[in-house]
Structure formats: C-alpha cells, structure tokens
Nanobody, 128 residues
Framework: QVQLVESGGGLVQAGGSLRLSCAAS????????MGWLRQAPGKQREFVAQ????????YYADSVKGRFTISRDNAKNTLYLQMNNLRPEDTAVYYC?????????????????????WGQGAQVTVSS
C-alpha cells in the first residue's frame, strides 16, 4: 500500500509558476500509473494529468495542456507537476493519486475511481 504526501502549493500571481511534488512511500512507486487531479471550491474533482509507470507517456486535460508538465523520478519515489502561466481558474486543491499496482493498463485515467491511493492535497491559489 502506497502513501502519498504533496508539497509545494502556495499563493502566486497570475502568470507565475509553481511546482508541486508528491512523495510516495510504503509501496513500489514505479508500479503505479500516477495522476494529478484538482478540486476547486464548489466544484467536482477534475483530472489534470497522468503519467505512465516509466514516465514515457502522459495525458493532460485540455485546460492545462501547454502550461503544465507532469513528471516522475522513480529513483526518488516522487511525482511532480510543473505549473507555468498560472491563471486564477487554476485555483484549487491539487491531489496526487496512484492507480492500483497491478492490472491497471495504460489508458486515460480521468475518473476519481480510476485511482486507488490519494494524498491529502495541496492548496494552490492564483491571484489576478
């Protein structure tokens, strides 16, 4: 069973950048497809990006494509989300999530129930 802890959130002005990190422990990090999802106040949790076990394949939501980059370092058991050109509408709690280690084939994992393990979330606030 893997435990996930996000860090790196904060307050930034529109147009600025932040990098979120997600440290994994307690399991085989490289066995999991990983994702970032976010939840804005009063809204449902939504998919942001996902990355394959090796890091060689990614998917992005259209709203962040070209601005956000997901990456992972399996040697450090860490997932990242580099966020550039941030907009006020990016304000949300960002969650790191992992699929089950076995049986998860590579495909778009945009639903909440595609992920088995979740971090506690990191607040990102973008001011206009």
């Amino acid at each position: 069973q893997v435990q996930l802890v996000e860090s790196g959130g904060g307050l930034v002005q529109a147009g600025g950048s932040l990098r979120l990190s997600c440290a994994a422990s307690g399991g085989s990090f490289s066995s999991h497809i990983m994702g970032w999802l976010r939840q804005a106040p009063g809204k449902q949790r939504e998919f942001v990006a996902q990355i394959s076990r090796s890091g060689g394949m990614t998917y992005y939501a259209d709203s962040v494509k070209g601005r956000f980059t997901i990456s992972r370092d399996n040697a450090k058991n860490t997932l990242y989300l580099q966020m550039n050109n941030l907009r006020p509408e990016d304000t949300a709690v960002y969650y790191c999530a992992a699929t089950s280690a076995s049986g998860a084939v590579w495909s778009l994992k945009s639903r909440i129930d595609d992920y088995r393990y979740w971090g506690q979330g990191a607040q990102v606030t973008v001011s206009s």
